[in-house]
Every structure is written in C-alpha cells, then in structure tokens.
C-alpha cells in the first residue's frame, strides 16, 4: 500500500473513534499543495474554534489560522511526505500519532507526534511534538 493510502487508513482509524463523518486525515491538511483541497479537509475535521500548537511557531486558533499555518508549512517544504511509524493509539476523546517525514526516497528530516482533542466528532485540539529521529 502507498505510503499515503497508509496514511489515510490509519489516521481515519483514530479520527473515525472521534466519530467524523468524513475520513479525511491529517496529511491532507499539513500535506496538501492544493490550498482549495486543504482548506476543504480543515473544514472537516477541525472543528471552528479549533487550535493548533506548534512548539516552534506557536499558538493557531480557528480554521483560518490553522490553514494559514499549513500552507506556510508547506510552502517551505513542498515535496516532504509525511509517514506513521507506528499504530495509532486511541483514549478517551484524544489519540496520538507518531510520523516522521521528509523528501521521498530520502532519509526523514524529522520526526513529531501529534495529539488530536477531539470534540463533537472534529478535532479541537491539536498538539505537535517534535521528537528525536527514530
């Protein structure tokens, strides 16, 4: 299976547990070029008031900051890929997911865990921790 086709599976796994209706995932908001397509997946599954922390970069509180901030993320990094490294994990209304990611066929330029708060079945919180290259 392509790497985001895992992606996808996997990351749909936690957020179907927050109930969204729709099985779009976080790739297709810090991973899409597209801003139309973007901008359309934050609308799924973050809820409006949701929050992103970004340890480097701060604080993104609603939709439109938390498009702000993807598309800035990708415009410095336009051909990383992001890929699990290991299962979701789910609790409560919260989960967790480890990745890594960088340039196809190169090794990772980093590595980060995200833990998604979800609330009413989208996420409301969603907290990026950059971890040590596996």
């Given at each position: 299976?392509?790497?985001?086709?895992?992606?996808?599976?996997?990351?749909?796994?936690?957020?179907?547990?927050?109930?969204?209706?729709?099985?779009?995932?976080?790739?297709?908001?810090?991973?899409e070029n597209d801003p139309a397509r973007r901008r359309a997946a934050i609308d799924e599954i973050f809820t409006e008031d949701g929050v992103f922390y970004d340890p480097s970069r701060g604080v993104y509180r609603g939709r439109d900051e938390i498009d702000r901030i993807a598309g800035a993320f990708r415009a410095t990094h336009p051909d990383f890929r992001y890929q699990p490294i290991a299962e979701?994990?789910?609790?409560?209304?919260g989960g967790r997911?480890?990745?890594?990611s960088g340039r196809p066929g190169e090794p990772p330029a980093y590595a980060g865990t995200d833990f998604i708060i979800a609330r009413d079945g989208r996420i409301a919180a969603l907290d990026l921790?950059?971890?040590k290259l596996p």
């Open positions: 299976m392509q790497t985001r086709d895992r992606w996808r599976e996997e990351t749909y796994h936690v957020i179907q547990h927050f109930d969204l209706a729709n099985p779009q995932s976080l790739h297709d908001v810090f991973g979701p994990e789910e609790l409560g209304n997911i480890q990745w890594v921790f950059f971890d």
